[in-house]
């Protein structure tokens, strides 16, 4: 339920209401939009009548039902209001949302070395990108393959990010880790086949740093937005949703099938800024780029793209790895994409 | 197999070489393209050895095999070149090819009447379509829906082309209807539940018009490529590849999934234009501009688009279809991704 | 919209109801079941209330709509009670249904040639098979795999129910060979691929054969059933339903995902009889007793299980189909459950 | 790789062969079969030579890869044995395996209360159960849905223990979780949504007690096998294979796609235990009993049911929850089955 104040309501009147929702066992949540003032309210609304609740106070202009199972997640939670999320990182803040420019995360699948994460580090900044990606805990099909360096990893990204000034993105695969990742990385990202590992999600909600959520390989867009909610509930509003790819009966050429489609689909579902990942979801270098394309002209708001020094000598994803030179021209032609949409970064992208 | 031609070779000397495959019982077939002529043989080619082949003339360069089940649909059958397909219409003629401008199809699901379907055609002529579409038989899973008009509907498209110059794209689901057809179509199409009829793409390989052939709801890559291949062994060249959306365990929003990574796919594996149709493949009309725009972004050859005046009372396909206005706005809009591609016609379409 | 005649209603007021039906526009179907006759109505009757349908006659106990889309097709259209098909053969009347014994349709992917068609038909009538199948016409994937033999394999066929008296069952693959079938065919089968083939469905829907119909490597339960729809209102009420695999995520061992499922969920959707196919559902041999076992102790009505004398030289389908003496092993195995569940035929069978 | 050793061989020599292995850095496992015994190696072995391996002992009969991705899930590994799962329970250890009676699990999807637990328990049992199944933790889609009662219902599934010395399967969600779980259940069930959480399963695989690893939603066969080789090559043996159904295009009535072909391709693929769960693998209590006889046909090992004292009534999954009145009439349906196969208890059970 969503309860819109009108505009110019008095602070006093809004804390007044939010207190007489909380006696009534109702957990509110203030969201400051543009142009208006909305309460969110989740709990046990299913009885209660929107007309009754908007007598509390003459500056309530509507009371609203959520019809999504989605509450927090869904569009209407804002009344419509595109949320973003900001993440500090040492060169700035880096806003990732509908009305910003393109947000481009590049970086090898895993960290490997000192040297080969920051010199791609270097290179993916020096071509455009804002963050850097890098597994230090890597879920592999089978436990005999490498399975990341872990905590010594994350001291690498920690290098990594103190000599270029990107942020990083990296993965938690475990509860107990997330303090060390956290110290660590400017955004946590859960992976595909976490998604629904909803003990990790209460627990990464109940952290500040903002959240980088795949979409598990079958899940719906309704489950992958619950998943959401896990997060939001838990209280940590910031939440990017990465597509990267879901599982279907062609496995052949592309190891995954890209779908796009979450991106206006999401759109009028979710406040939540989106991200794809062409890398994983098409799982070999070669189609990277149009993916990429097609992507922002179909408008999402970041890009996740794996670059590695040397694929064919990668710990993993080597086929899926665009290297640092074949990155620096895909981000020349992304820019003319991004350019016509109007999504590209003015002053300070190398590109330009 | 193919023999690769040098540069120069002499016609007689080409067929005396055509003769002498013919003569072991092979099916050489002479591709001309930009730079060299090479003969694509298909047949019982698995014992020939490449290096006796190229023993034959002094003028072969080299004699390379076709690793691909697909043989005449692959990239490497015309030697890694594309092809076009090329339709006569009373507008001139309009070419669909990887070098070439985009391609717009677009009209109703089904032809409805008169007024309606002439109406569509000055519509989306005039916001810079090149075909038109419309459904004289229509495929539908209850018998008790609306069926089509059949050879009526067929009238009225030929009506909608004399008014309006646009080229004619309508489907074909019985052979028996496939004459009748072809006398108002300038493009036949099969539609993706008859991607597997193989006894139909025999039948429609064997007369002249260009086939636009769906995808199938479960049909791999190599699925959809084998069927063009039904069409190609029984000698028509001019296959146009259209995706629209495949079945996956998702479809509470989406209807079905649009797997755009076709285009870079398919690039690489067949020299066959590529068509993408957001409007089955999403199924409502609120996706398919973000869609369309990625699709030209992605490197699409063409786009279907379903518009009809009236959606809301349209006989069928009503959710997914745009109207004349929306269309127009859309087209605009897609003008600025497809310049900025080098994509867009030049001077002839009303959005300039 | 069905009409439920009170027991021991008279013959001429059910025909005058009939009449009366008529009369408005509706065409309704009699259905004698054990104790009672029910009128089965197809038409335009969502505006008609069924309270005032009831006053045309005292002898209507009740008139209740059918809620699902496929009408003719669903349980309630015969009010609860299951059909059966009875296929008459020259070793005498067939039936499949869900109170008679299992049937099991045995025979190779194609008919090869006399010999092996004719000493197989011997090997599985004498295992306890009641059809034998084979293809004349194969819809192959590849243009260039072996196609079947068309119409003189038709002739074998033939042979091979005279030489043993089984009946036979083979698939069309086009409207145009309907009657030549036919003519051969004691049950014509539609394939997995033509399954949505709307105008072959309507045709043979039209003729007396009885029909197997495969379901379509991606049809919903609910698609096959409205393919089923379009046979029965064509007016061919002899429908067998055939799974035989969907496609899914994993076809690395099973070449399709066997949905045994299909089996409870039929017997509450639908009066039709149903056929299990664990050949094609699963792609090899190794794996066809054990669903084989499965599908009888579920409750499916036949089996169809390729047999080929020597599958390793098989011109099609060979790693799928058991030799002729695994089948008479897998018969008497089967006949363990068949027994067990009361489903075994009882006199004539080989195994008893 | 595994090392055969000839029938007869002497422990030291096993042992001297052991420890040849461990000084060239290799992972020997000796696994003790009815007629020999096998050492099984994991390791680097991709540059070993059979052969000359085989010259380390004239003991030695045979050195074979293990060509799969799996190793010690691999049947190779046992050199083609199957591997039995024995659980200790207050009334005696209960063995899951290939030649072994059936084992029946049921219970239902969340420990409710005392009273529920027990009564169910009570029930269950003097069915035939020989597992009581509860959900302490519960994954559940929506953060707002009833999470399951946690430590506190652990307590009464101990409860439940004492009162009818069944033993207890149920879930675990979260790594720090695991001790206080493994005091009270003898099976830990790992859920198809943390089915490739490989931090969990590498700890549960530290521990001792025997672990039911569920099927991924999307999980292949080859994904599954690779999560159990986490929990072997952590050093649990003890791992039964369950599968709950996939997902696939239709989900309108059966909400999985029930996969029982996973029966006979696990068969020749590993020698792990398989269980199935048709109340998951379905989602309806309607389609169960068909689903659990063809499950005991087709060869399952175990079954896991569904039961609730009042499935209309049900915290979580009462759609699919039988009634303990139609589980006991079920087990009197399933014996049928069983004993036709020769896989029902003999003695002890209720419903002999």
């Known amino acids: 339920m969503i309860v819109v104040m009108k505009a110019g309501s008095p602070e006093p009147e809004i804390a007044r209401i939010t207190e007489e929702l909380e006696s009534r066992g109702l957990s509110p949540e203030k969201i400051v939009g543009k142009h ?10 299913a009885e209660l009548d929107p007309l009754q609740m908007q007598e509390i106070s ?12 989605f509450k927090r997640a869904s569009r209407e939670y804002r009344h419509g209001e595109a949320s973003e999320v900001v993440i500090p990182t040492p060169n700035g803040n880096i806003i990732i949302g509908e009305h910003r420019p393109l947000v481009v995360v590049a970086g090898p699948c895993s ?27 890597k879920p592999r099909t089978s436990p005999y393959a ?38 660590v990385a400017d955004v946590i990202q859960v992976g595909a086949r976490n998604m629904q590992n909803f ?11 903002p959240v980088l959520l795949k979409r598990g390989m079958a899940a719906t867009i309704e489950d992958w937005l619950m998943a959401a909610e896990y997060i939001l509930a838990a209280g940590n509003p ?34 939540l800024p989106i991200m794809i990942d062409p890398s994983h979801g098409t799982g070999r270098s070669e189609y990277v780029p149009s993916m990429a394309m097609a992507a922002i002209a179909g408008g999402t708001d970041s890009l996740m793209i794996e670059v590695h020094p040397n694929p064919a000598k990668a710990l993993s994803d080597g ?12 981000m020349k032609e992304l820019s003319v994409i991004g350019k016509a949409v109007g999504r590209w970064p003015e002053p300070a992208m190398a590109t330009v």
């Open 36 to 45: 208006k003032v909305v309460l969110g309210v989740v709990g046990d609304t």
């Open 58 to 69: 003459p500056w309530i202009e509507q009371v609203l039902r959520v019809e999504q199972q």
């Open 111 to 137: 960290v490997e070395n000192e040297e080969m994460i920051i010199e791609t580090a270097r290179r993916v900044k020096a071509a455009g990108a804002q963050f850097l990606r890098g597994g230090a805990y």
């Open 146 to 183: 490498f399975q990341g360096h872990g905590e010594s990893a994350l001291a690498l990204l920690a290098a990594a990010r103190e000599a270029t000034g990107l942020g990083i993105i990296t993965e938690v695969m475990d509860s107990p880790d997330i303090d060390k990742i956290a110290e």
């Open 199 to 209: 003990s990790l999600l209460k627990k990464i909600g109940a952290q500040d740093k």
């Open 238 to 271: 910031n939440v990017i949703l990465c597509e990267r790819g879901i599982r279907t009966f062609d496995r052949q050429y592309a190891r995954n099938t890209l779908d796009l489609s979450v991106i206006p689909v999401l759109r009028s579902l979710t406040h």
């Open 319 to 330: 086929p899926q790895s665009l290297t640092p030179d074949r990155f620096d021209s895909l």
